[in-house]
């Protein structure tokens, strides 16, 4: 079974940059498809990027694509979100999630995850 770890979340002024971590376990030598979303308190949730491992192809969703960055570390087991220009509405918290089964055009931000990381918070502050 899949197990997702998230790091790196905290707090930063408005216009600073993070960059959460999801460290991936339980499926060596497959591929997977791994997705970030985000939930503020009150609000639902919603998809910020997903990328599938095996070609590295990356979808981020249309008003984030200028800041949001999916990447991935292949030797780490790792996939990474880089955050960049943060305002206030980006707080929240930040999940990440995984499947084994969705292959390429099954992985995007819309699709039903079955593995999910515990969040890391991101606070932005003006």
């Known amino acids: 079974q899949v197990q997702l770890v998230e790091s790196g979340g905290g707090s930063v002024q408005a216009g600073g940059s993070l960059r959460l971590s999801c460290a991936a376990s339980?499926?060596?030598?497959?591929?997977?498809?791994v997705g970030w979303f985000r939930q503020a308190p009150g609000e639902e949730r919603e998809g910020v990027a997903a990328?599938?491992?095996?070609?590295?192809?990356?979808y981020t969703v249309g008003d984030l694509k200028g800041r949001f960055t999916i990447s991935q570390d292949n030797a780490k087991n790792t996939v990474y979100l880089q955050m960049n220009s943060l305002q206030s509405d980006d707080s929240a918290m930040y999940y990440c999630?995984?499947?084994?089964?969705?292959?390429?055009?099954?992985?995007?931000?819309?699709?039903?995850?079955?593995?999910w990381g515990q969040g890391t918070q991101v606070t932005v502050s003006s």
């Open positions: 990328i599938y491992t095996e070609s590295g192809t990356t």
């Open positions: 339980g499926y060596t030598g497959r591929s997977l498809c």
């Open positions: 999630a995984a499947d084994l089964d969705l292959g390429l055009l099954g992985c995007g931000t819309r699709a039903d995850f079955r593995y």
